[in-house]
């Protein structure tokens, strides 16, 4: 049974700062690309931030560059965002994705090409 978890969500003040973290099992987790999605309510599901199997490269999305970092920890079968100068509108609820990756591709930000999500978090922030 394949399972993602995210956990670390919350309220926070604009301008602070929160960790979420993805935990999985059920799947060979090194050998799986990971992103972060979420949806604000009313709105589609939107690409945050995405990471490779080695952990080599990340891609952001324009409106988090800067003020969100993704990482993993394969040991741990762990994904992480970190995430500083949250703004209001960062509310929305966080997911995480795992996807096989056969050929190195530019299709992260699409969620069509996710195989597995979690349930996801949710991230309030505050004025």
């Known amino acids: 049974q394949v399972q993602l978890v995210e956990s670390g969500g919350g309220l926070v003040q604009a301008g602070g700062s929160l960790r979420l973290s993805c935990v999985a099992s059920?799947?060979?987790?090194?050998?799986?690309?990971m992103g972060w999605f979420r949806q604000a309510p009313g709105k589609e599901r939107e690409f945050v931030a995405a990471i490779n199997t080695s952990g080599s490269l990340t891609k952001y999305a324009d409106s988090v560059k800067g003020r969100f970092t993704i990482s993993r920890d394969d040991p741990k079968n762990t994904v992480y965002l970190q995430m500083n100068s949250l703004k209001v509108e960062d509310t929305a609820l966080y997911y995480c994705?795992?996807?096989?990756?056969?050929?190195?591709?530019?299709?992260?930000?699409?969620?069509?090409?996710?195989?597995?999500w979690g349930q996801g978090t949710q991230v309030t922030v505050s004025s």
């Open positions: 994705a795992a996807r096989i990756v056969y050929m190195t591709n530019t299709n992260y930000g699409r969620a069509t090409e996710y195989q597995y």
């Open positions: 059920g799947i060979a987790f090194s050998r799986y690309s």
